[in-house]
């Protein structure tokens, strides 16, 4: 057993943020942070683009930000939530600015603003096109100066503790089910750890893995999601998942795609067919920088017309210094590929990206089961609605890590710590003899995703994707029940929850809205309608 204050899941942005801010104000508090995999691995770490903020009141407005945000959600987002993020944003960058991470200047004009799909102004800060890897440097390092933060890295949450494990019945509507910890797999020893706390935070991260081909690494497998509606927690919108439109079109199939960022753009990069010719004039007059789910299906459009399996981004015309000063990764990656971005044309296809749906919060970070918080990627606090915004989820995860936090402070130390909770069982389990089994399923799984609920869906590919993963369900649940637990079943397991919990949202709305487009029913409706599981 490891007792702790507090214990947060997951090392990206949200959890070591919120981690940060308990320890310094708490230095008496024990903090337990688990990464499934090493310290730095996440989402977080291959953000390219960067944070966007209203940074220059001269040029920008909070009130432009909030329009921008609420025009890419479609409809769907909380107005209040938007607030919230779009008027807190400047001070929790500054925050990490004083902790010690660094953007990008622009001469001696402050900071080097950058633009994306969907803003209609420059306001994003970077570093180069490394953002999110330099934010998990510099908050892994301001974490390391507290002694009461433990890391444990290659520690695997596989479930919450709630009454349920206390011999509980504990269904949906439940009222009053508590978290008091969570069940972790130590990947070293093999043992499964019983892992208590007063409080605990989910902050585990996005489920890109879903589909064939994402941007996400391969750690992006919903664990998080999965575990809270396993746990009975509601959970929402849970079909708007964000294709981003320009990945780097590898045949070999690299996992992850490379991701092409918005920024080149937003820099002046232009999107091409493969014969050459502009096509974004033919459905919004913002072209290549409308916000990202018209982006991504004008590309899924122009491919399926054309049968081709690419579109190209044109950077020829941009000056190279510059170019490569903005966006040195991008450019090492294309010339080790064999393209010079500035000399030749870009191949690039959508690739899943970002979950906007995921654990229902409200806007202090409480999820519906008492004493588990959720911040970061895997939550669905209102700001993204329909389609996220570009840029604006590590600027999310700094806010809401940060609201959780003054939650929690004045309440932690009311909240027991207990401790009659069982040990996991792993009675009548055996090794896993065929690995087989697994990867084949997980392949499985992603071809289902890819071909029935991708970035156009209807109503008879739903129905196929939700009898194919049926099946698929059926078949692990047995292998769980049977074999000794290991991270790759339980990301198998997780996967298909989450695959199920996109096709199931998606045959429940009736209607295309932001990245939900359906040819069944290819209108929006007039009445607003959240899907919640
Ligand atoms: P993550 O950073 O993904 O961290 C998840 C953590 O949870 C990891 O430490 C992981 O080990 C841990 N974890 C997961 N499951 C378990 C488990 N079962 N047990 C234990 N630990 C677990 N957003 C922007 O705002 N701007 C950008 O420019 C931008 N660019 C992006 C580029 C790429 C290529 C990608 C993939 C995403 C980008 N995003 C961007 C999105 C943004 O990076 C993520 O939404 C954000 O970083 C998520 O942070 P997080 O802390 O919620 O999760
Ligand atoms: C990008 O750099 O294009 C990604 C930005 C984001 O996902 O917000």
């Given at each position: 057993m490891i007792k702790s204050d507090l214990l947060v899941i997951g090392s990206g942005v949200a959890g070591l943020t919120l981690a940060t801010k308990m320890a310094r104000q708490r230095p008496d508090l024990s903090i337990t942070v688990l990464s499934k995999?090493?310290?730095?691995?996440?989402?977080t770490r291959y953000a390219q683009g960067g944070v966007a903020a209203v940074w220059n009141l001269e040029k920008d407005s909070f009130e432009k930000h909030i329009a921008d945000t609420l025009d890419a959600g479609d409809g769907l987002c909380n107005a209040d939530a938007v607030k919230a993020v779009v008027y807190e944003g400047p001070d929790r960058v500054r925050e990490i600015i004083e902790w010690g991470t660094r953007f990008d200047q622009h001469g001696t004009e402050g900071y080097d603003l950058g633009r994306e799909g969907g803003h209609t102004e420059n306001r994003i800060l970077h570093y180069k096109d490394l953002t999110g890897w330099e934010i998990q440097r510099a908050l892994l390092e301001e974490a390391s100066r507290h002694s009461n933060i433990t890391v444990l890295e290659h520690f695997f949450a596989i479930d919450l503790i709630t009454q349920h494990h206390l011999g509980y019945n504990v269904t949906r509507v439940t009222p009053g089910i508590t978290c008091y910890g969570a069940y972790a797999l130590d990947k070293k020893t093999g043992s499964i750890e019983t892992l208590l706390a007063r409080s605990t935070v989910l902050a585990a991260g996005g489920a890109?893995?879903?589909?064939?081909?994402?941007?996400?690494?391969?750690?992006?497998?919903?664990d998080g999601i999965a575990m809270v509606y396993r746990a009975k927690g509601r959970i929402r919108d849970m079909e708007f998942v964000q294709f981003h439109p320009t990945s780097l079109y590898n045949p070999a199939a690299e996992n992850p795609s490379f991701l092409i960022s918005e920024a080149v753009r937003g820099y002046g990069g232009v999107l091409r067919t493969r014969d050459g010719k502009k096509f974004m004039y033919r459905y919004d007059e913002r072209l290549s920088l409308a916000p990202r789910d018209i982006v991504a299906r004008a590309i899924d459009n122009e491919m399926k017309i054309r049968g081709d399996e690419f579109v190209y981004l044109d950077c020829?015309?941009?000056e190279e210094k510059g170019f490569r000063e903005h966006f040195p990764t991008i450019y090492d990656k294309c010339m080790s590929e064999g393209i010079n971005p500035m000399k030749d044309l870009i191949p690039v296809v959508p690739a899943c990206h970002y979950m906007c749906g995921g654990v229902m919060t409200d806007l202090r970070g409480r999820?519906?089961?008492?004493r588990l918080y959720a911040i970061g990627e895997c939550t669905s606090t209102g700001l993204h609605g329909a389609n996220r915004l570009a840029s604006n989820s590590l600027l999310e995860a700094l806010v809401f890590a940060h609201r959780t936090a003054e939650d929690l402070l004045p309440r932690i130390d009311g909240l027991d710590l207990r401790t009659d909770v069982p040990d996991w069982s792993a009675e009548g389990t055996t090794d896993p003899k065929e690995m087989v089994l697994i990867t084949q399923s997980t392949k499985e799984l992603k071809e289902i995703m890819t071909s029935y609920v991708g970035i156009v869906r209807s109503n008879v590919r739903l129905k196929r994707a939700m009898d194919r993963l049926h099946l698929l369900s059926k078949e692990t649940e047995e292998l769980y029940t049977q074999t000794t637990i290991s991270p790759q079943l339980c990301e198998l397991r997780n996967l298909i929850t989450i695959a199920y919990l996109v096709t199931r949202s998606a045959a429940m709305r009736h209607e295309s809205r932001g990245l939900h487009f359906t040819t069944d029913y290819p209108e929006k409706k007039d009445h607003v309608e959240e899907t919640y599981m």
């Open positions: 995999t090493v310290d730095d691995e996440s989402n890109g893995q879903i589909y064939r081909q994402t941007t996400n690494p391969v750690i992006a497998t919903g020829r015309h941009l999820s519906s089961i008492d």
